[in-house]
C-alpha cells in the first residue's frame, strides 16, 4: 500500500562511479519530483516533472540527469559520483502541479 | 527568487508547555505556505498549510498563522507531547502557478523533554 515508493533504500559507492535511484507513486498524481536534503538537513528541489515533461530544473550540475518514462515513475541518474553528492535524496509526488506533495522514504547515498 | 528563513533552528520545550515556529518569506506572490514534519530518519509529512487568502488555521493542538504583509507566518503546537519531537520545515510557494516550487526554511529542531 506504498504511496511513494524509492529504491534503493542506502546506497555506498565510490567516487567517479554511475548510479540511480529509482522512484515510484502508486497515487495516481501527475507531478513528481526530485529533492536533495543535505547533513544539515537543508530541504532543496532538484527537480520537477510533471506528465513526464521536466517544468523545474534547479542549478543543478549536469552529471544529475532525471527521467521519467510514465507518470509513475521518475529516476534519478547520477554520474561521475563526487563526496559532496552524499546526501539523502527524497522523491515526491503532487496530483497537480501544486497542492500537498507526499514524499518517498528517502535513499541516502555515501560516496567514498 | 523566493527564499524562507526560519527560526529558531533548536527549540526545547518542556511536554505540555506551547512551541512556537516562525518563518518569514521574501516573495510577495506566494501564497501556499504548508509545513511538514520530518522524524529521525524518516520522510516529511505535510501537518498543516494556509493559503494567503486565510490569516489563522487550526488542527487540534495545531496551528498556523499568516501576516501577509509582514510577509511572515507561524507554527504553534500546543499542549507538546514527547511525540511531536521531529525537525520541522516550512515552506512557501505560488499555488495555482505554473510550478510547484516548493522554498523550503532550513528547518527546527523541536526537542519536547518528559
Known amino acids: 500500500d506504498t504511496a511513494v515508493s524509492q529504491t534503493p533504500k542506502y546506497l555506498v559507492t565510490q567516487m567517479g562511479n554511475d548510479k540511480s535511484i529509482k522512484c515510484e507513486q502508486n497515487l495516481g498524481h501527475d507531478t513528481m519530483y526530485w529533492y536533495k536534503q543535505d547533513s544539515k538537513k537543508f530541504l532543496k528541489i532538484m527537480f520537477s516533472y510533471n506528465n513526464k515533461e521536466l517544468i523545474i530544473n534547479e542549478t543543478v550540475p549536469n552529471r544529475f540527469s532525471p527521467k521519467s518514462p510514465d507518470k509513475a515513475h521518475l529516476n534519478l541518474h547520477i554520474n561521475s559520483l563526487e563526496l559532496g553528492d552524499s546526501a539523502v535524496y527524497f522523491c515526491?509526488?503532487?496530483?497537480?502541479?501544486?497542492?500537498?506533495?507526499?514524499f518517498g522514504p528517502g535513499t541516502r547515498l555515501t560516496v567514498l | 527568487g523566493e527564499n524562507v528563513e526560519q527560526h529558531p533552528s533548536t527549540l526545547s520545550v518542556q511536554e505540555g508547555d506551547s512551541a512556537v515556529i516562525k518563518c518569514t518569506y521574501s516573495?510577495?506572490?506566494?501564497?501556499?505556505f504548508p509545513w511538514y514534519k520530518q522524524e529521525l530518519g524518516k520522510r516529511p509529512q505535510l501537518i498543516i498549510d494556509?493559503?494567503?487568502?486565510?490569516g489563522e488555521k487550526k488542527d487540534q493542538r495545531i496551528a498556523v498563522t499568516l501576516n501577509k504583509t509582514a510577509k511572515h507566518f507561524s507554527l504553534h503546537i500546543t499542549e507538546t507531547q514527547p511525540e511531536d519531537s521531529a525537525v520541522y520545515f516550512c515552506a512557501a510557494s505560488l499555488y495555482g502557478g505554473a510550478t510547484n516550487k516548493l522554498i523550503f526554511g532550513t528547518g527546527t529542531l523541536l526537542a519536547v523533554q518528559p
Open positions: 494556509i493559503r494567503s487568502n486565510v
Open positions: 515526491a509526488s503532487s496530483l497537480l502541479e501544486w497542492g500537498e506533495q507526499f
Open positions: 516573495d510577495s506572490a506566494s501564497n501556499y
